[in-house]
Antibody, heavy 120, light 108 residues
Framework: EVQLVESGGGLVQPGGSLRLSCAAS????????MHWVRQGPGKGLVWVAR????????SYADSVKGRFTISRDNAKNTLYLQMNSLRAEDTAVYYC?????????????WGQGALVTVSS | DIQMTQSPSSLSASVGDRVTITCRAS??????LNWYQHNPGKAPKLLIY???SLQSGVPSRFSGSGSGTDFTLTISSLRPEDFATYYC??????????FGQGTKVEIK
């Protein structure tokens, strides 16, 4: 069974840092592009970042560029999101998502999310 | 960025009702449109991809249509487990794949 499990969320002060992890099981992580998507309180889903299978190519939403870093350790089947210089508006549930391999751009597996709260 | 606008933002319906949700793109996205179902505290679930293709394992009461800028998700006969929030997503403009703001389907 394909499974994605996020961890590392919590309460952090503005300007602080946090690292999220996404543990993958039931498939070979190294074959897939992976993404992070977030949902702020009372808001919709927003794409945050993506990384290619070997980790050499990344892209970010303008709102997090220069502050967040997506990375992966395929040997550990784990995806990461390093979040620095956190702001109140980064408060959200963060989901990792797998880009399907069908040839169409779609997220065919998601985690249940990790809550990040940025507040003093 | 391409903006995605869903309507309505919320709706109330009864079990057995036919429900239609609309998604409009700010520019043509051809057929690069997905639909997801999301319940609080759970992982979002892919329902429809490429505007009208049903994801494996998704019940046939879900269907999608449209192309260009206007798209529709239809639930032919609402079941209790369908009460959730639904999101459209465009994947035409890489890498910023934007979502609609969501449509919450509530029990009448």
């Amino acid at each position: 069974e394909v499974q994605l499990v996020e961890s590392g969320g919590g309460l952090v002060q503005p300007g602080g840092s946090l690292r999220l992890s996404c543990a993958a099981s039931g498939f070979t992580l190294s074959y897939y592009w992976m993404h992070w998507v977030r949902q702020g309180p009372g808001k919709g889903l927003v794409w945050v970042a993506r990384i290619n299978p070997d980790g050499r190519s990344t892209s970010y939403a303008d709102s997090v560029k220069g502050r967040f870093t997506i990375s992966r350790d395929n040997a550990k089947n784990t995806l990461y999101l390093q979040m620095n210089s956190l702001r109140a508006e980064d408060t959200a549930v963060y989901y990792c998502a797998r880009l399907g391999s069908s040839g169409w751009n779609l997220f065919d597996a998601w985690g249940q999310g990790a809550l990040v709260t940025v507040s003093s | 960025d391409i903006q995605m606008t869903q309507s309505p933002s919320s709706l109330s319906a009864s079990v057995g009702d036919r429900v239609t949700i609309t998604c409009r793109a700010s520019q043509s996205i051809s057929g690069y449109l997905n639909w997801y179902q999301h319940n609080p505290g759970k992982a979002p679930k892919l329902l429809i991809y490429a505007a009208s293709s049903l994801q494996s394992g998704v019940p046939s009461r879900f269907s999608g249509s449209g192309s260009g800028t206007d798209f529709t998700l239809t639930i032919s006969s609402l079941r209790p487990e369908d009460f959730a929030t639904y999101y459209c997503q465009q994947t035409y403009s890489t890498p910023t794949w934007t979502f609609g703001q969501g449509t919450k389907v509530e029990i009448k």
